[in-house]
């Protein structure tokens, strides 16, 4: 076998079933599309239908595969149905990417209960849920790798912004203990912490904030590598998580952000 096929089976997911959240918009459907293009199956879970099924076509059109489930993470009953759905469609479940989130720009003094519970539960408490429901069959399986989306704001803290602080902040050590209860049913467990990333997400937070989107941009493009990140800059770091490359990775945090935290 040529090294180069040998590097390229590293990094295959052919025969592979990932199931990704959130992956209608942003870095979930960059991520869909570059895993899809790896060799594995997409089960993309969202609330969005129409962006969901769009995503189908855009990987379709790539030549990969991919079915559309509509699951809101929050809800234990969803998460527990199309986990079973994707079990009668594939027959098991190999990585699985908990990436679905919100952003609420907003102080401890102006964010209300609700929005506090609103934003826990779908960034750090949905991770639970369908881990929950995805993990039994992953061990049944003998192996599986989980990719948590954490934050540059799950490692350090941000203004306005106290709830989504507190959820990321909650992924990263969530990641970790994940890491070490399963490790010994070879399930790998890891989180990427993105910088700002171009997603309607990050648009959305210069208009909660009431700034000028350009201005917005501009300045999160301050950083060492001089540019905001695309989701591509994350879905190859969701690749080498879900791959063999990383196959003694597991409980570790990485920083994807064009060395803005540094
Ligand atoms: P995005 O473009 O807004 O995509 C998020 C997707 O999740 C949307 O399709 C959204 O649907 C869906 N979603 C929201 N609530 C859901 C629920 N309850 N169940 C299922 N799907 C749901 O955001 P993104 O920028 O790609 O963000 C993805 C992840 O990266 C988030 O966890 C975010 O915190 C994290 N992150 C992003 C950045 C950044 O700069 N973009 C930086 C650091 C971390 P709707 O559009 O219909 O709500």
Partial sequence: MSIK???????????????????ASGIGLGTAKRLAEAGACAA???IDESGGEKAVMEIKNLGGVAKFYRCDVTSSTDCKKVTEDVMQDFNRIDILFNNAGIVLRKNIIDLSEEEWDRVLKINLKAIYLLSHHVIPHMIKNGR????????????KGGPNAAAYCASKGGVVNLTRAMAIDHGK?????????????D??????????????????????????LGRVGVPEDIANAVLYFASDMSSWVTGSVLVVDGGGLA
């Fill in 144 to 155: 599986g790798s989980i990719i948590n989306t954490g934050s540059g704001w799950g490692l």
């Fill in 5 to 23: 096929t040998r590097i390229l089976n590293l990094v295959s997911l052919e025969g592979k079933i990932a199931i990704i959240t959130g992956a």
């Fill in 199 to 224: 997603t309607p997400l990050l648009h959305g937070e210069a208009a909660q904030l009431g700034e000028d989107e350009a201005k917005f941009l501009e300045e999160a493009a301050d950083r060492p």
């Fill in 185 to 197: 049913d070879n399930i790998r467990v890891n989180c990427i912490c993105p910088g700002d990333i």
């Fill in 44 to 46: 993309l879970f969202d």
